[in-house]
């Protein structure tokens, strides 16, 4: 079974691939079932990741429920559905 923290490396992984900075992804929250992941640089510069576990609530436009060419899980935008499909298809196992 896929952990937050796993989904969230993962994420971190993908974004740096795709030329995101550490100043632009440490502005990202992540919620995982019940918990906040919140990015943070450690003393030596590497990004380590802290989880608060609580009660989230989060308040989202309808028209984004109906975006199907993001992926759910790590948020990144296809141009097809299939491809959105298989990006993170095994991520909530």
Known sequence: ???GFQLVHKWIERNRGLGKTDEEMMKVQFVYEGTLYRLRKTDNG???VDAEPGTVIIFRDERELEDE??????GARYTNKID??????????
Not at 69 to 74: A, Q, V, Y
Not at 84 to 93: A, L, P
């Open 1 to 3: 079974m896929t952990t």
């Open 69 to 74: 060419l993001t992926c759910r899980i790590c």
């Open 46 to 48: 590497e990004i380590a």
């Open 84 to 93: 959105t499909i298989r990006c993170c298809m095994n991520g909530d196992e």
